[in-house]
């Protein structure tokens, strides 16, 4: 696969002017995180971090474990200070107690009060919001429909799943109608049907105008649901976009037969294309997945008197991106696996096969 | 108040179901059931003495344990189990976590003590009562001044494992916390240590006069909470018994408030 990396502008890294697709310019911005760096003694967990998240927008948070995700969330959440920079959540302070009443937090793997069940646990959270009564026991109810938990509500906690858990985390995460959710790992440990459940939540949610920062290694589930992902490494954004800007690109591979092409034509290929493998009357050419690139390798065939028999467009996938990213990272800090995976090895003898 | 009280709740139904605790609850149950039942075997001057006395250094001794347990990991417990991020992610101000966590573990000392108290009163007043056909009211008023007087201690002691917990390992905590409730018994140890006395012979460093002042005055005063020489004795009495009991309780509440304030403070600035 063409690696064609994308190198993020200063501008494009700082979130500004970026509004997701669909999105008119001069909405809110949810959440602003300025210049954040926050340090532990000599460790830089987040090292200058500047993006904004639009008003009704999911926004992916990647990275590898240690990336400074869980940092930043808990920095948005006024649960840790920054060292430096500026962090606003709706235009305020994060922790600001006004704030607070419009957003929600799911951690991973949460945990409550065993001895409670979940109606009750759910109502716990409805009274932190001033909830009571019988709007409350109303709200609980729709919740834990909502998350499937109806005929579950009166068991106690101990007897609870994870993924139970979690839907008990969401709801009890959408308790005050919140504007702003905070989803760390949401189907992290979950069985492929509430995975699949969990994902339709988010994207129900969406549905209804709530801005979601989620951050999660399912990837393929952040590529279905987000509008725009960042993707940090050691505390430093290295990506950020829309989901569709980041994995554009990929490569075409052209098969051609009866090619025979002169020195000049062989060296004309050699720039036109990113890999070129003849074998025996048969010429695989990669390029680029652009339309100038796709229809100067065809016109290059035509003129070498070689006839195109297949044309296949490769999709790269944000596993690809991520895994680009977080290896460039491991490269420049040293901290990369010394023995390569299965993936690398193939593409390693490819490399040569490409070289000899 | 009502956060406050919410999560005073919670945390009071969380810990009443930890082993931990019942375990010192029924070791204390159990001690106080076999000292009556052997203390019988001695004189009847002996064997109410010996009721008393091992009833109410069991129901302190306990107390402390439970207290000390209890508080030290209240917090530690709560950022361990994640639980605090769902709570002061909603609008939710740390003093009022701070706070609630207190009262709920001050609700759960309260009812282990009071099991414990009513259970030794129980006995105590039937051994009274049918045993040596004595009239058990004083005995049980003296007895009932004495659990409220360890209640208030264990207040006081709970308040000091809280603070410690706000900035502090459980590890850490647990030693710090019995080493303040030990030189805070031994008030008049450190009294005497703090005088710098009027013997040119033997003159004490002003350094160390000094140190034992700060920890005479800083140190919460536990001694003043022990109060069963008189209950167990009834030659011994306290002058101004109800103003003297009056003032411990008010010692211990506004000791209290002052170690909430300061450790609220700190909580505010510290990470979670």
Not at chain 1, 9 to 32: R, V, W
Not at chain 1, 327 to 351: C, D, I, R, W
Not at chain 2, 149 to 157: A, H, R
Not at chain 2, 223 to 241: D, F, G, L, S, V
Request: hydrophobic share 45%.
């Amino acid at each position: 696969m063409a690696q064609d990396t994308i190198i993020p502008s200063p501008d494009a890294l700082s979130g500004n002017g970026m509004a997701p697709p669909g999105f008119k310019d001069g909405i809110g911005k949810a959440i602003e995180i300025k210049n954040l760096v926050k340090q532990y003694k000599k460790v830089t967990a987040v090292n200058n971090i500047s993006l904004d998240v639009y008003e009704g927008e999911i926004f992916g948070f990647l990275g590898p474990n240690g990336a400074g995700k869980t940092t930043t969330i808990k920095t948005l959440l006024g649960l840790i200070f920054p060292t430096a920079g500026e962090v606003l959540v709706l235009g305020k302070p994060a922790g600001d107690i006004d704030v607070k009443e419009k957003l929600s937090y799911l951690p991973e793997s949460p945990y409550f009060y065993e001895h409670m069940t979940a109606s009750e646990v759910v109502g716990f959270y409805g009274s932190l919001f001033g909830l009571s009564g019988t709007t409350k026991q109303k709200r609980v109810d729709e919740l834990l429909e909502l998350v499937g938990l109806q005929n579950a509500g009166k068991k106690s906690l101990r007897a609870f799943s994870k993924g139970m858990l979690q839907r008990v985390g969401i709801a009890q995460a959408l308790i005050n109608d919140p504007k702003v959710l905070f989803f760390d790992e949401p189907t992290s440990g979950l069985d492929p049907v509430a995975h699949r459940d969990i994902r339709d939540l988010i994207l129900h949610l969406k549905s209804e105008g709530r801005t979601i920062f989620l951050s999660s290694h399912q990837l393929s589930d952040v590529e279905l649901v987000c509008d725009r992902v960042s993707i940090l490494h050691g505390g430093k954004i290295r990506r950020l976009g829309h989901v569709d800007e980041l994995i554009a690109g990929g490569s075409v591979e052209v098969v051609a037969e009866g090619v025979k092409a002169t020195e000049t034509q062989m060296a004309q290929l050699r720039d036109l294309s990113s890999k070129s493998e003849l074998v025996e009357n048969t010429l695989t050419i990669t390029t680029a997945a652009s339309t100038e690139s796709k229809n100067r390798v065809l016109d290059w065939v035509r003129a070498a008197g070689g006839n195109v028999l297949s044309m296949t467009q490769t999709r790269r996938t944000l596993e690809d991106i991520f895994y680009e990213v977080v290896h460039q990272g491991e490269l420049e800090t040293g901290t990369a696996f010394t023995v390569p995976s299965a993936l690398e090895k193939n593409s390693m003898e490819k490399n040569l096969v490409e070289k000899n | 108040m009502n956060t406050i009280w919410l999560i005073a709740s919670g945390t009071f139904g969380e810990a009443m179901r930890r082993k931990v605790l019942l375990i010192f609850l029924f070791a204390g149950l159990a001690i106080i059931l076999m000292g009556v039942a052997f203390a019988g075997l001695a004189t009847q001057a002996r064997d109410l003495t010996v009721t008393k006395s091992l009833g109410l250094g069991v129901i302190s001794l306990a107390g402390v344990f439970i207290s000390v347990i209890l508080y030290i990991t209240l917090i530690p417990q709560e950022i361990e189990r994640r639980t605090i991020y769902s709570i002061l992610s909603k609008p939710v101000q740390r003093y009022q976590f701070l706070c609630g966590k207190f009262l709920g573990g001050l609700m759960t000392v309260l009812l282990n003590i009071a099991l414990m108290g009513m259970v030794f009163i129980l006995l105590v007043a039937a051994k009274q009562w049918f045993q040596y056909g004595l009239n058990p009211g004083p005995a049980v008023l003296a007895i009932s001044k004495g659990i409220l007087m360890i209640f208030f201690q264990m207040t006081l002691l709970g308040a000091v494992a809280m603070f410690f917990s706000v900035f502090l390992s459980p590890f850490v905590n647990f030693f710090l916390t019995f080493a303040v409730w030990l030189l805070g018994n031994a008030s008049s140890l450190t009294e005497a240590l703090a005088d710098p006395g009027n013997d040119p012979t033997h003159p004490k460093s002003a350094f160390v006069v000094g140190i034992f002042k700060v920890l005479h005055v800083v140190i919460p005063n536990f001694a003043n909470y022990n109060i069963q020489n008189p209950i167990i004795n009834p030659h011994e009495h306290i002058t101004n018994e109800p103003i003297y009991i009056a003032w411990n309780i008010l010692y211990a509440i506004v000791y209290t408030a002052i170690l909430l304030t300061v450790g609220s403070l700190i909580f505010d600035k510290r990470e979670v």
